[in-house]
């Protein structure tokens, strides 16, 4: 039975729940009905913050400042110099709010103080790394086409684009987007999870305290279907840019497809980590342990299957066994805890589910399994899953909790094979001291991301995103700013042009 750890509380005395309001045309101000939503903490059952419970007339009201805002040029008239120091102030108003960030992103999901403020200091870094492409954005020019043509490749921003973003990782998400949109020139209508608004309406604040002008970055708060619907088809947004469940993201697509809006998605995953026998073994269990209980396992990239060689996988699984054992679960603001609470009982259920459908289809739990008692009730003891098979549901879907499917191999090529068949492609690991083997696997491996020798390392110079259905374009890398571009062709001719059908000489 996996304890729970009980955590000084007294951060929280005198505790009073953020009270966020939208962000429209530069006001702040509560929906149009006035219905507000209370988000209780999963950990700690307080309220962490309370929202505008939005509805479709918000969200057309922030679109058509958004339009009103870009149609205007207000935001394009910046130069890239001025966009790039505005960025970098609202960069350092974000480390000046950090703590605060950080509890609230504890509070709303559950998930370590530790770790939140980590998530919040990588944030500072995302926004500083947007301001360094927002001087480099340019086209291109062709000085080769003849002696008449001269030819200009231009980058002009995309126009009105609206991030729709989940709860497991809110600030973290939204800056992957935003200060990349905003170096492009666009206008944004924002939409974070019901559940987890708060850090985005504190983004607002900081926005609006930097000088960015009023209806270039629009925030509406509430339930998906209800203020998320306009902002994928209504005709004066040019772009979705959304993050969050495959299910919701195909929905998105087909909405966005049926008016050919440009459409970015980053969606879920099931992630193997390959492990071969002449690994670094005691570095591939600490980071498969790692890489499935991070974040409680809610977490696109988690690596929520381990698919281990034959010749040393009874010894691998007894080693992850005992180090998922030692994993510390409870209260999330105790320093030591690595797994917080799940976001709400749905997500739970989902996880009681997968468990239960790995039983039912043979598979055996060898730790974990089971919810720990404690806090609210919604924690999950670290989870591993044996006897996996690729076909189970268990190797299949993602489950999004701290739950690890293992599955066996005996050469390379049945490796590979297992790694790709799912319906995913978001990341994958490798492990071996092979180069050869780590080269050959990475190539051939269909995710958007392959760790060789390590897991979940992220820096904002490289691209990331999914193959098959764990996504569509990519996000961070220097091609970060131009996703938010159109290209628009400009040829000049020099000089006299020939006429097209009667010479003026004949
Ligand atoms: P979700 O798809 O339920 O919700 C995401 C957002 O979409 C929320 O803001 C929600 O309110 C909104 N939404 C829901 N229905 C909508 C609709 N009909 N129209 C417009 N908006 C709508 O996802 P979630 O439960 O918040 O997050 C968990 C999922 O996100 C997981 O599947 C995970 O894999 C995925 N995810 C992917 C990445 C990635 O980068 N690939 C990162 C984080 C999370």
């Not at 209508?189 to 708060?198: A, D, L, M, N, Y």
């Amino acid at each position: 039975m996996t304890t729970f750890l009980t955590a000084d509380q007294s951060v929280l005395n005198g505790y009073r729940p953020y009270h966020g309001t939208m962000l429209i045309n530069g006001e702040f101000r509560d929906s149009v009905g006035g219905k507000r939503i209370d988000r209780i903490g999963p950990a700690h059952g307080i309220i962490a913050g309370t929202y505008a419970d939005g509805s479709a007339e918000d969200a057309l009201l922030a679109i058509s400042a958004a339009r009103r805002a870009f149609d205007e040029g207000t935001w394009t008239a910046f130069t890239a110099k001025e966009r790039a120091e505005l960025l970098l102030k609202i960069a350092d108003g974000i480390a000046q709010r950090s703590e605060e960030m950080a509890i609230i992103e504890c509070l709303e999901t559950g998930k370590p103080l530790a770790q939140a403020r980590g998530e919040v200091s990588g944030c500072v870094d995302l926004w500083r790394y947007a301001a360094s492409l927002a001087r480099t954005l340019h086209g291109e020019s062709y000085n080769t086409l003849g002696d008449q043509m001269l030819g200009l490749v231009l980058r002009q921003p995309v126009g009105v684009v609206s991030m729709i973003t989940p709860w497991n990782f809110p600030i973290w998400i939204l800056s992957q987007k935003l200060p990349f949109a905003l170096a492009a020139g666009c206008t944004v209508v924002i939409k974070p999870s019901e559940f987890t608004s708060g850090t985005t309406l504190m983004l607002g604040e900081i926005l609006t305290d930097a000088g960015v002008p009023a209806g270039v970055v629009n925030i509406v708060t509430g339930l998906g279907t209800n203020v998320g619907s306009p902002l994928v088809d209504h005709d004066d947004v040019d772009m979705v840019s959304f993050t969050g469940s495959t299910r919701v993201g195909r929905h998105i697509a087909a909405e966005a497809g049926r008016k050919l809006k440009k459409v970015s998605l980053e969606l879920g995953g099931k992630n193997p980590q390959i492990i071969f026998p002449d690994c670094d073994f005691d570095a591939a269990v600490d980071a498969v342990v790692f890489g499935v209980y991070f974040n409680a396992g809610e977490c696109c990239n988690s690596g929520s299957r381990v698919l281990v060689h034959q010749d040393i996988a009874e010894k691998f699984t007894r080693a992850v066994v005992e180090k998922a054992r030692r994993v510390k679960v409870g209260d999330p603001l105790h320093p030591e805890v690595r797994v917080g609470s799940i976001i709400n009982d749905n997500q739970m259920a989902v996880i009681e589910d997968a468990i239960r459908s790995a039983r039912e289809d043979g598979a055996e739990i060898l730790l974990g399994g089971e919810r720990v008692t404690g806090g609210q009730g919604l924690f999950m003891a670290p989870t591993v899953v044996g006897g996996v098979k690729a076909e189970m549901q268990i190797a299949q879907e993602e489950v999004f909790g701290p739950v690890l499917a293992i599955l066996t191999f005996a050469d390379y090529q049945e490796a590979i094979n297992i790694a790709n068949n799912t319906l995913y492609g978001l990341s994958a690991a490798v492990w071996s001291k092979d180069i050869d083997i780590c080269l050959e696997a990475a190539r051939k491996i269909n995710a958007g991301t392959v760790w060789v020798n390590t897991f979940l390392d992220g820096t904002p110079e490289l691209p990331f995103g999914g193959f098959k259905q764990s996504g569509l374009g990519r996000e961070l890398g220097k091609s970060a700013v131009e996703d938010y571009t159109e290209q628009k062709t400009v040829q000049l001719h020099i000089g006299a042009r020939t006429n097209w059908w009667i010479n003026n000489a004949s």
